[in-house]
Structure formats: structure tokens, C-alpha cells
């Protein structure tokens, strides 16, 4: 169960093993969910282009879709329930692990 949970969790951990794509994630957070590059580029204060390719990362491993609004992209959370699940799995046992005194 635990192995299959770590597979499972494995994209969104390797997404989010990069300080921007998490501080990425954070505005999504902050706003609700969604957020257009222009909204990230002006949260963070970094080049379109950086937040581009690490937006592009997000979405190959699956912690975001993206759909138009006219002329702009609206990119969202849409994190699979499997890998949600999955990281509530992980955190549940290590939580338990620390709970239990060992000597």
C-alpha cells in the first residue's frame, strides 16, 4: 500500500521538488485555484518565460490543465484525486510513525 501510494504521489513530489513550481503553486492557492501567466509573472516578479516553462512542467505531471479565455490561457489546479489520495496516504503514515514511541 505504501509503495503503491509513493508511485502514485511520485509526479506531484517530483513537480514540486523545485522551489518556483512550488512558490507557483502558492499563487495558484492564493487566487483561488486559477491563474494566467501574466498573474504568476506579476506575483512572483519573474520573465514570462520562466514562468512558461515551469508552468509547462506543472502541467506533464499532471498538477494542472489549462483552457482559453479569449486571447489568454487560464491555467488551474487539477491535481487527480489518485495522487491526492496517495499524498494524504504518505502524510497519514508518517504521522503515525512519529506517533509511536520507539526505543
Known amino acids: 500500500m505504501i ?4 508511485t502514485t ?7 514540486l521538488g523545485e522551489e518556483t513550481r512550488v512558490q507557483i503553486v ?3 492557492l492564493e487566487r483561488g485555484g486559477a491563474a ?4 504568476v509573472q506579476s506575483a ?3 520573465p514570462q518565460s520562466t514562468v ?6 506543472l502541467l506533464d505531471a499532471r498538477l494542472l490543465a489549462v483552457t482559453r479565455a479569449g486571447a489568454q490561457r487560464v ?9 491526492l489520495d496517495a499524498l494524504d496516504t504518505l502524510v497519514g503514515e508518517v504521522r503515525r510513525c512519529q506517533a509511536e514511541p520507539h526505543g
Open 3 to 6: 509503495r503503491e501510494a509513493l
Open 9 to 15: 504521489a511520485l509526479p506531484v513530489l517530483r513537480a
Open 26 to 28: 502558492g499563487v495558484f
Open 36 to 39: 494566467t501567466v501574466g498573474e
Open 44 to 46: 512572483l516578479g519573474l
Open 52 to 57: 512558461s516553462r515551469h508552468l509547462r512542467i
Open 75 to 83: 491555467y488551474r489546479l487539477a491535481v487527480p484525486a489518485d495522487a
